[in-house]
């Protein structure tokens, strides 16, 4: 037995001895220490504990001569890691710009930039959960969500990094700008400011997975790739170059997820098994979370006029919050932009220009001297207006005490009504809306037939898939800033323009759509657009004569009549009043413009078709539930303007 193991061993030995003749000693190190000496910054990777002992990677960007610095975090689902190292470089703005757009008054203003990954995603240990509901709820019932998760950073950072002052503050934009607000719920004491850009706020009245029950099913790709794997390693294929014919093609919204693979997806699951504004959306709207908070945070909200992707939730924020701001804490910005566009070149939307840089001057002449008021030691006061919005039309800034409001003082916004007419004509008159009843049909109708098998596009054909190719113009977040005359063409579209304005119509808030309307079917849909129809010729920019402008415009699903928690079938060819808020407008329709109103019921493929037949949950609609309608719009229907009275100056 012995002599077995020892030739063995020598075999062994040989066999080593013949390996390294054969070999050559590796040129890479064990570890490489890059010479980081000259850089203006250090950076440290960290795993930070939780309550539960799960540890999220954070990364920290630290100017090199920090001294007393104030810390900025953000918190995100979408790689701290490359959030934080754009660029190869020994410059602390080079490696933040990018995927940070405020790195310039981040990095000049001499901040410690905080980045860490959400559980669930990318470095960080812990499970994924789409919007963690919050600690303690039906939906939740652990006591971590992502307020005690923010809580436990704040509390690590301000006991680890000895170069800050010890205080913070948290900012960021979409699915990381939900974040902030999450994080005022129970604030850190040391949680000095929030600035929630473009926030995530109520996946179904108005954000990103619904509106107003309409399935927002282009960002199914979204929901794949952000939810099936840790690092995003998931892609959605696509089976033709536009998109249109994808989505229609597949048939539901629920045939294409299954076609994709995206039943394997927990968040898939539960956004099928809620196609209704039950209590599982309802107890997740952050504004009506925030709505029973104290506000003790300076706080402010960003909201872009044209935000594709999240234009429901700052201004229903504010709504929630100002109440319960007794110490005028909760400031809120509106600018010309689309969705993040605050963070980017803001001279201009597509081929709607501005005529200032609007992105720029926010950053530096508003979020700047926000962030050194409340975060640094020294920091001189400033006298920020509660209300910052740059009014279109006319382009400027507006200081304000509230919103909406159209002016400083000396104005006051009254409803006003624009009302559809004969021959598509709108007229509009200062009389007081009067609630719509049925049926009243005195006034006449215009119908048209709303075929399934050929939806209104949302925009001009070929569509090509959200996120591609941006870098040869692929232009999705600007959408809504689209010429809308490729619409109005069309026979199962409606259109409605007003005469040539002498005098200047300004509006401040929220236009309502009241239709009187009814369908052949049994369900439909009701997209109602607000637009500014530009002179037949603009001098100054050629391209921009007859440009339909799109100011306010969203889809309500009929079904949701009633109630929106239950879905119910539509009495048809029977006219009934639906009554739905568009999104919020600061807007001039200068002299020389018209005003224009567009209805259809299909918006393509941004939503779900409806069948037009009622069936209990869209996601599982058949073929032959797709059928022609014929729909109907009474010229008892009208918008409700939100009129300012005061002369535009």
């Known amino acids: 037995?012995?002599?077995?193991?020892?030739?063995?061993?020598?075999?062994?030995?040989?066999?080593?001895?013949?390996?390294?003749?054969?070999?050559?000693?590796?040129?890479?190190?064990?570890?490489?220490?890059?010479?980081?000496?000259?850089?203006?910054?250090?950076?440290?990777?960290?795993?930070?504990?939780?309550?539960d002992g799960v540890k999220l990677n954070t990364v920290i960007v630290i100017p090199r001569k920090a001294r007393n610095a104030p810390m900025l975090l953000t918190r995100t689902p979408y790689n701290a890691a490359e959030m934080t190292n754009h660029a190869e470089s020994s410059q602390m703005e080079?490696?933040?710009?990018?995927?940070?757009?405020?790195?310039?008054?981040?990095?000049?203003?001499?901040?410690?930039?905080v980045v860490q990954d959400?559980?669930?995603?990318?470095?960080?240990?812990?499970?994924?959960?789409?919007?963690?509901?919050?600690?303690?709820?039906?939906?939740?019932?652990?006591?971590?969500?992502?307020?005690?998760?923010?809580?436990?950073?704040?509390?690590?950072?301000?006991?680890?990094?000895?170069?800050?002052?010890?205080?913070?503050?948290?900012?960021?934009?979409?699915?990381d700008g939900y974040l902030p607000l999450i994080a005022l719920v129970n604030p850190h004491p040391a949680l000095k400011v929030a600035v929630p850009m473009n926030p995530m706020v109520d996946g179904w009245r108005g954000d990103d997975w619904f509106h107003n029950g309409a399935f927002r099913q282009i960002n199914l790709p979204y929901i794949l790739e952000q939810g099936v794997t840790r690092r995003n390693e998931a892609r959605w294929f696509t089976s033709h170059y536009d998109d249109y014919d994808v989505y229609l093609r597949a048939g539901s919204a629920g045939e294409l997820a299954?076609?994709?693979?995206?039943?394997?997806?927990?968040?898939?699951?539960?956004?099928?098994?809620?196609?209704?504004?039950?209590?599982?959306?309802?107890?997740?709207?952050?504004?009506?979370?925030?709505?029973?908070?104290?506000?003790?945070?300076?706080?402010?909200?960003?909201?872009?006029?044209?935000?594709?992707?999240?234009?429901?939730?700052?201004?229903?924020?504010?709504?929630?919050?100002?109440?319960?701001?007794?110490?005028?804490?909760?400031?809120?910005?509106?600018?010309?932009?689309?969705?993040?566009?605050?963070?980017?070149?803001?001279?201009?939307?597509?081929?709607?220009?501005f005529n200032s840089d609007t992105g720029l001057l926010f950053r530096e002449e508003i979020l700047r001297p926000f962030l050194d008021r409340y975060l640094k030691d020294d920091a001189p006061f400033i006298n920020l207006a509660p209300v910052t919005a740059f009014e279109t039309g006319i382009n400027k800034w507006r200081a304000l005490e509230r919103w909406p409001a159209g002016c400083l003082s000396g104005c006051a916004i009254t409803p006003a009504t624009l009302r559809l007419a004969a021959n598509a004509k709108l007229n509009l008159t200062n009389a007081a809306p009067v609630p719509?009843?049925?049926?009243?049909?005195?006034?006449?109708?215009?119908?048209?037939?709303?075929?399934?098998?050929?939806?209104?596009?949302?925009?001009?054909?070929?569509?090509?898939?959200?996120?591609?190719?941006?870098?040869?113009?692929?232009?999705?977040?600007?959408?809504?800033?689209?010429?809308?005359?490729?619409?109005?063409?069309?026979?199962?579209?409606?259109?409605?323009?007003?005469?040539?304005?002498?005098?200047?119509?300004?509006?401040?808030?929220?236009?309502?759509?009241?239709?009187?309307?009814?369908?052949?079917?049994s369900d439909a849909d009701w997209v109602v657009k607000l637009i500014d129809v530009?002179?037949?010729?603009?001098?100054?920019?050629?391209?921009?004569?007859?440009?339909?402008?799109m100011i306010s415009a969203d889809i309500f699903r009929g079904r949701y009549r009633e109630s929106l928690s239950t879905a119910k079938p539509i009495t048809a060819n029977t006219p009934?009043?639906?009554?739905?808020?568009?999104?919020?407008?600061?807007?001039?329709?200068?002299?020389?413009?018209?005003?224009?109103?567009?209805?259809?019921?299909?918006?393509?493929?941004?939503?779900d078709r409806n069948p037009q037949t009622f069936v209990q949950n869209i996601f599982y609609a058949q073929p032959a539930d797709y059928k022609k309608a014929t729909q109907r719009i009474y010229h008892d229907s009208y918008i409700e303007l939100p009129l300012v009275s005061a002369t535009v100056r």
């Open 118 to 175: 959400v559980r669930g995603k990318y470095g960080s240990e812990g499970d994924y959960v789409m919007n963690r509901p919050m600690a303690g709820t039906a939906l939740n019932p652990t006591q971590v969500d992502h307020s005690t998760d923010a809580w436990d950073t704040i509390e690590w950072l301000t006991k680890n990094v000895p170069e800050s002052n010890g205080k913070v503050g948290i900012i960021g934009g979409s699915y």
């Open 1 to 51: 037995m012995k002599k077995s193991a020892l030739a063995l061993a020598v075999l062994a030995s040989a066999l080593l001895s013949a390996h390294a003749q054969n070999s050559l000693p590796s040129e890479t190190p064990d570890e490489f220490k890059a010479p980081v000496d000259s850089f203006d910054y250090v950076k440290r990777s960290v795993m930070i504990p939780m309550r």
């Open 436 to 521: 719509l009843g049925a049926p009243a049909q005195k006034n006449g109708y215009d119908e048209y037939i709303s075929d399934p098998a050929k939806p209104v596009p949302f925009r001009q054909r070929p569509i090509l898939p959200v996120g591609y190719d941006e870098a040869k113009g692929q232009t999705w977040s600007r959408w809504l800033a689209d010429d809308q005359r490729e619409a109005s063409g069309r026979t199962d579209v409606l259109t409605y323009t007003s005469g040539v304005l002498t005098a200047p119509v300004k509006i401040a808030g929220e236009p309502i759509a009241n239709l009187l309307a009814s369908t052949s079917g």
């Open 258 to 353: 299954r076609q994709r693979g995206l039943d394997q997806s927990g968040f898939w699951r539960k956004v099928v098994a809620h196609p209704s504004y039950d209590e599982f959306w309802q107890s997740q709207a952050v504004d009506k979370i925030l709505a029973k908070q104290p506000v003790t945070v300076p706080t402010m909200l960003v909201h872009s006029l044209w935000d594709a992707e999240d234009i429901y939730g700052a201004i229903a924020v504010y709504k929630a919050m100002k109440p319960n701001d007794k110490d005028n804490k909760v400031y809120l910005v509106m600018g010309p932009w689309d969705h993040g566009g605050q963070s980017g070149d803001g001279n201009k939307l597509g081929p709607v220009k």
């Open 534 to 549: 530009y002179p037949d010729q603009v001098a100054a920019q050629p391209e921009m004569g007859g440009y339909q402008l």
């Open 94 to 113: 080079s490696i933040l710009q990018g995927y940070d757009n405020e790195a310039a008054i981040i990095a000049r203003g001499g901040y410690i930039r």
């Open 576 to 607: 009934l009043a639906y009554r739905f808020a568009l999104p919020t407008a600061n807007h001039v329709f200068l002299p020389g413009h018209r005003i224009m109103v567009q209805i259809q019921s299909s918006w393509f493929p941004l939503y």
